[in-house]
């Protein structure tokens, strides 16, 4: 099956690194050097490609950024390949290129294919492109909820589908627990509100406000008030435009008009325009006729009761006091009381949600608990067929009496859920807790990784975890980052040997200062400084042939022109080609 293979890194005043190129091979490389120089610049620099935190401490002093570069070989339609094509990245006759600036303020750009991404983007990819793995990595390993996850992804969808539909479950009870604390908890600020809309509806119900009504009455009111001098005023004019009835020799406008009205009826037939004059007066006549007849009514209609008066004004007072409380004027008063009822409703079916709540919940529990259980089952008979494949892997690392296993427990607690009869604390992952314990020899009790394991001993552990990982759910390119510190002689053999293996289905990269992990790579590279202590371009390069012994030489015996030193070192050379 093709895969895809880093090819290539080029770094740029990152670290002690100047400018240089580091070019891999598709199956085991191993990058040599003598400590400080600037090995693990090439771990860095793999971990910003593939989108981790960039720091400003990274770039070279006296720099304005960083760049790593790298060119990535990937396969058509393979995971990487879609997403990046999403992205809009364009790739080279299936070269991918990857670019990541940091600058010296900590700002940082990624390019992908051409694209500017945003970095994220970057971490997706690593998913399907590398894993990376260092000393950081193997203190991870020692916690729980990592080997718990390392438990999970070995087991794939024995324990992913089970996990995902707790997982379900579990948002749900958290959800539903959420709204009933919430419900339960505000009670009495619930009950409070309640009295307080009881209250205000019960108000506004006794007073029985129209839409409308403050309108009506504040204008009946000003009305009422002044009654006196409206009909004085109305009598007047009706006086004036129809006479006075006490007065009869009084001229008033209606007389007035009438006389002028007929004075040019005499003679319109004498003038269209004088004609026209008087129809214009005569239904002046007519209309000053209608306002005093308008009048005369008004003014015999007209109520000046004291009492009435007075209860409009009673009326008023009870409409104000429901103004102040509940809105500006009758209509926001009624447009809140319609509100509040609806509030009112919803307050008042607290105590039905609150049972249909509970209900769900304990339901949900119940549910909870055996997909938990199953969740505990699948990881456990994971777990078995997982042990034993590292421990077999434990055997070709120099460890054949090793025994690893797995403890899988989970803690009582009385607000848990019911799992085998007992109840248990749960959590998003289900209410397993995953340790992952060593016997090293044979009448050793099985311990915590953390505390029955060595340096040496962890290294390989961690490297049998991961060629385990790599037949179940391999990558492209795995990258080691002194895996094999605290590990020397056979078990070191052994270690060069099995990512030899590893390296047959993979990409493997391998940061290392045991010769005799080197002497199995493919191919091996020396990062060397120069006098200014910084790496150039020409400070990484291919070893081959006489360079490649007298590195290894270097690196047994601390001098590259031992003559002992270059015979173990071709002796390893041999011993490797021979295993490939």
């Not at 435009?241 to 009084?250: R, S, T, V, W």
């Not at 007209?302 to 009758?330: F, I, M, N, Q, S």
């Not at 989970?410 to 109840?423: A, F, K």
């Amino acid at each position: 099956m093709v895969m895809s293979v880093l090819e290539e890194m080029r770094i740029r005043s990152l670290g002690v690194i100047d400018d240089a190129v580091v070019e891999l091979s598709p199956g085991f490389t191993a990058v040599t050097g003598e400590t400080g120089a600037g090995k693990t610049m090439v771990v860095t620099s793999l971990g910003l490609l593939m989108g981790g935190r960039a720091d400003a401490a990274l770039v070279r002093i006296g720099a304005k950024s960083a760049v790593v570069e790298g060119r990535i070989s990937v396969p058509d339609g393979a995971s990487a390949t879609l997403r990046a094509e999403e992205a809009g990245a364009e790739l080279d006759d299936g070269t991918l290129l990857i670019s990541r600036t940091v600058s010296a303020e900590g700002r940082s750009r990624a390019h992908l294919g051409g694209r500017s991404v945003p970095v994220g983007l970057l971490a997706e990819l690593a998913d399907d492109l590398v894993a990376v793995h260092g000393q950081t990595d193997q203190q991870g390993l020692l916690k729980l909820s990592r080997q718990r996850q390392a438990l999970d992804r070995y087991a794939g969808d024995a324990v992913a589908v089970p996990l995902a539909k707790y997982s379900g479950a579990y948002r749900r009870l958290r959800a539903i627990t959420t709204e009933l604390d919430q419900i339960t908890t505000r009670a009495r600020e619930r009950a409070q509100e309640a009295d307080m809309l009881r209250f205000g509806l019960d108000e506004i119900a006794g007073v029985e406000p129209r839409a409308g009504e403050d309108v009506e009455l504040a204008a009946e009111a000003e009305r009422l008030g002044h009654a006196e001098a409206l009909a004085s005023a109305a009598t007047v004019a009706h006086a004036a435009l129809a006479g006075n009835p006490e007065d009869p020799e009084g001229i008033d406008a209606t007389t007035l008009v009438a006389g002028a009205h007929r004075a040019l009826e005499a003679v319109r037939s004498h003038d269209a325009a004088l004609g026209a004059l008087a129809g214009r007066i005569g239904e002046i006549g007519i209309l000053l006729g209608d306002v005093a007849g308008e009048l005369a009514g008004y003014a015999d209609d007209l109520d000046a009761d004291p009492l009435r008066l007075a209860a409009v004004e009673e009326r008023r007072a009870a409409l104000t006091a429901l103004t102040r409380k509940y809105g500006d004027d009758v209509g926001a008063v009624l447009t809140w009381a319609e509100q509040s009822a609806a509030r009112l409703l919803e307050l008042d079916g607290d105590d039905d949600r609150i049972g249909e709540l509970t209900a769900e919940r304990d339901a949900l529990r119940a549910e909870l608990g055996g997909l938990a259980q199953a969740l505990t089952d699948a990881r456990t008979e994971a777990a078995e067929h997982f042990a034993a494949a590292v421990t077999a892997e434990l055997a070709s690392l120099a460890m054949p009496h090793a025994r690893v296993s797995f403890e899988i427990r989970q803690t009582e607690d009385p607000e848990g859920v019911e799992v085998g009869g007992r109840s248990v604390a749960y959590g998003p992952a289900g209410c397993d807790e995953v340790e992952l314990l060593l016997a090293p020899h044979p009448g050793a009790p099985p311990r915590p990784i953390a505390k029955g394991a060595s340096g040496g001993e962890l290294s390989r552990v961690m490297l049998a975890v991961e060629v385990v990982f790599a037949g179940t759910d391999p990558v492209p390119t795995y990258l080691f980052d002194e895996v094999d510190a605290g590990v020397g002689g056979k078990a070191a053999v052994e270690i060069g040997r099995r990512l030899a293996k590893l390296a047959r289905s993979a990409q493997v990269v391998v940061v290392t200062h045991l010769p005799q992990v080197a002497a199995f790579a493919d191919r091996q590279l020396l990062v060397e400084k120069t006098n200014d202590g910084s790496v150039t371009r020409s400070g990484v390069k291919v070893l081959e042939g006489e360079e490649r012994i007298r590195e290894l030489s270097r690196m047994l015996a601390g001098q590259e022109d031992s003559e002992t030193a270059r015979a173990h070192a071709e002796e390893l050379l041999a011993t490797a080609r021979a295993d490939g």
